[in-house]
Nanobody, 123 residues
Framework: QVQLVESGGGLVQDGGSLRLSCAAS????????TGWFRQAPEKEREFVGL????????WYADSVKGRFTLSRDNAKNAVYLQMNSLKPEDTGVYYC????????????????WGQGTQVTVSS
């Protein structure tokens, strides 16, 4: 079992920044890549980014590339999502998840999910 807990969400103005954290317990985040997804009201959950187990590689959705940065601290069993230049369209609930399959842009590639943290960007 893995427990994932996101934190750091909140309300921010257009152009602002937030840093989300994902803390893991049980099987640690060092055992797999960690992905981030987001879900806006009445929309499907969408891929935001993935960081590998070692932290050596990251992938991002085109919509956030250049603005969001993933990092991890395996000693703390934590993954971070730094979000800069936020836009109203970034609003949604952000989830971290433990990767279990190769198609990492798809929800089905993850077997454990956190409860999510709300990010709201006002215009």
């Amino acid at each position: 079992q893995v427990q994932l807990v996101e934190s750091g969400g909140g309300l921010v103005q257009d152009g602002g920044s937030l840093r989300l954290s994902c803390a893991a317990s049980g099987r640690t985040v060092t055992s797999a890549g960690t992905g981030w997804f987001r879900q806006a009201p009445e929309k499907e959950r969408e891929f935001v980014g993935l960081i590998t187990r070692s932290g050596a590689s990251t992938w991002y959705a085109d919509s956030v590339k250049g603005r969001f940065t993933l990092s991890r601290d395996n000693a703390k069993n934590a993954v971070y999502l730094q979000m800069n230049s936020l836009k109203p369209e970034d609003t949604g609930v952000y989830y971290c998840a433990a990767q279990s399959g190769p198609r990492f842009t798809e929800v089905s590639a993850y077997d454990y999910w956190g409860q999510g943290t709300q990010v709201t960007v006002s215009s």
